[in-house]
């Protein structure tokens, strides 16, 4: 069986290690990669059109996405993309002022929920476009920070974030979204449930069978039971890094299949970078120094965690991974 990829994430500026994170990414892009062949065929770039972001070097990449039969749904900093999935070609987007740092957008039963990663907020949409709701991830009223009449769009950047959401799914029936600074998942529905993933800032909330799946940016994968929503699984990738003394790189992107996982890295810039960062200093060795940083790369395991093998992308394909769906 045929091991081929879509990739979404973005391309950088040059010297991109030197420049803030709302201004490193030129453009975005999805990518047919054949893990096999170790092949990588651009698909779609694109760049946000300026109406619709700050002045001045805005940073444009895809986000994780969501792939059904017919399409890819992408969220791109302050825009949502509705793709054609044979052909690549944007078959129409969603717009709106209060969009900004857009992380993810998913189709559940007639609605669409978007991540609105900079409001930290989750919208929710009917599929003609017309805002329904806007919910807080803190359970906080939803404007209390910015009102509801502002242009984010052309706000430059929204940090701190209080919880910086970052992934939507649905399981029985109920809509739950990831909290990178809670290091956890709740239900938009009833925030009293939780999933505490607990081991680092997570990404993803793969739902596959009875099991819902996250990366954290630390290298782990925490698999919850969807019905029990209790913890059965925390799969330690840094255990199985082949690169000696090397952090494994930014964690997020997951593709769960049968037999094996599929993780994407994203290489690490800047000794700055690696200061700032306490997880990374704790994988290095005491006084040892990183001569070069992992690349930008999926990685196979068992689902186990065991390694198997990799394909590293080219250094003029995407840097930032965000999504990873099987062809």
Known sequence: MGE????????????????????????????????????YTPK?????????????????GFTTMT??????????STEVLFVDRKDYSVRSKLNHPLFHDIHHVAQHDDKLYVVNTGLDALMEFDMKGNL?????TLGKEAFHKFSKDENLNKVVSTKPHESH??????????????RFQQKDAI????????????????????????????TTVNGYVVVFNKNTLKKEAEIDLNASNIRENTPLGWCRGLYV??????????????TKMTENLGWVKAM????????????????????????????????????????????
């Open 4 to 39: 081929k990829f879509i990739v979404s994430g973005g391309i950088p500026r040059k010297l991109s290690e030197f420049l803030s994170a709302g201004k490193k990414l030129k453009r975005a892009e999805i990518a047919e990669i054949d893990f096999q062949k170790q092949i």
């Open 44 to 60: 779609l770039s694109y760049v946000t059109p300026p109406e619709y972001t700050f002045d001045n070097m805005p940073s444009i």
């Open 67 to 76: 792939v059904t039969e017919e399409e890819i749904l992408l969220g791109v």
């Open 132 to 136: 329904l709701k806007v919910t807080n």
């Open 165 to 178: 959401p970052n992934y939507v799914f649905s399981i029985n029936g109920e809509i739950w979204v990831t």
């Open 187 to 214: 239900c938009v529905n009833d925030l009293s449930k939780r999933m505490d993933i607990g081991l680092g800032f997570p990404h993803d909330g793969l739902v596959k069978g009875d099991h819902v799946y996250f």
């Open 257 to 270: 299949d049968t037999d094996h996982f599929y993780v994407g890295y994203t290489q690490l810039r800047t």
């Open 284 to 327: 290095i060795r005491e006084k040892k120094v990183i001569d070069k940083p992992a690349p930008t790369r999926i990685e196979k395991y068992s689902l186990s965690g065991d390694y198997i093998s990799e394909y590293v992308l080219p250094s003029t394909g995407i840097y930032t991974i965000f999504g990873i769906h099987k062809i």
